[in-house]
């Protein structure tokens, strides 16, 4: 089920301006084209974005994993993975690279609930 940036700002509104959020530690950023990091952080994210945007089609994806195992993963066309820690896979079609920036932030608040 494909969800628009409007519900993602829904659910950044419900959790309050005045709330700083939680970081959770991500473990490992790993792509496609061969790179991988651990411990990233969030501007490691934004730098595999940029080189993710710049890979050919058949290299174009990365994903962060959490202490947990779980793990968000995007694909050049925008797609994104999320997997729980049990395995189980949701889908979504991001709109933009921005709108897929905000799924990694609260990612690694530990949230999951942008993706239904």
Known sequence: MMKSIQHLWEIVRKQ???QRPTRVPMEYIQSLWGDSLDKPTYQDVL???EKTKL????HGAFW???EDES???VHQDLEVILTNAEGEEKRIQATSW???KEYFR???EGRSDFIQ
């Open 16 to 18: 309050g301006a005045h």
């Open 71 to 73: 793990n968000l993963e």
């Open 98 to 100: 921005d709108e897929v």
């Open 64 to 66: 962060v994993a959490l």
């Open 106 to 108: 609260l990612f690694s």
């Open 47 to 49: 730098d595999f974005i």
């Open 55 to 58: 890979s050919d089609e058949e």
